[in-house]
């Protein structure tokens, strides 16, 4: 996923099929396994609580979340998960971050590595990419005839938030990550409903590439997205909305 506008990226998700929203959900779960080890209740872990309403925002059923966090507890074991993240570049120099969670650090290197390598793309070092990113809480909220710019604005305010969006069809509230929990809080208790919420890396600006180059780019996408190790895929490449689908 990536970038501004990024609700529609969910939005295709939750159109794709069935196989497709399973490997969703998958990679959610053990996100939210991961996060529960320890204290699988959401009052007091905030990071389980996020998880949760990222979860959510993706249509993950309620029974499925709670599966997902029972297996902190069992499945898990000591089986221990890092979350690690790869910088490099993608065809056409575009900037690629990749979000992984892995119990088995060099299958997950050599995966992207080899994935970015086949596809004119390349591994760069810490901070090689993402000089170019803004981490930033982004919440977003489908723009109903009940639900007006001015009232959103002011719940997005009163919360703590940093940027409010309007766009035809959503709200995007932009936060600081270290408010998000917060934020994300408040709003829930304002009835909200949300079309995604999570910490994400917005592009500072994006870059357009010529179609052959583009038709590789998605592909690179594709593939890194099937990996089950791969959590996210960010990026600084302006995608065409009927194939925003990252």
Known sequence: MSGHSKWHNIQAKKGKADA??????????????VAAKGNPNPSTNSKLADIIAKAKAANMPNDNIERSIKKAAGELGDKEYKELTYEGYGVGGAAVIVTTLTDNINRTAG??????????????????VSYMFDNKGLIVIERTPELDEDTVTEYAIDA?????????DVFEIYTDPSAFSDVRKYLEGKGLS????????????????????????????????ENDDVQEVYHNVELPEDEDEE
């Open 20 to 33: 497709a929203r399973g490997k969703i959900f998958t990679k959610l779960g053990r996100e939210l396994a």
């Open 111 to 128: 995966d992207v590595r080899a994935i970015m390598s086949k596809h004119g793309g390349s591994l760069g070092t810490t901070g090689s």
């Open 160 to 168: 703590g938030a940093d940027d409010v969006v309007a766009g035809d």
């Open 194 to 225: 949300f079309l995604q919420a999570e910490i994400s890396m917005i592009p500072q600006n994006k870059i357009t590439l010529p179609a052959e180059k583009l038709e590789t780019f998605q592909k690179m996408l594709d593939k890194l997205e």
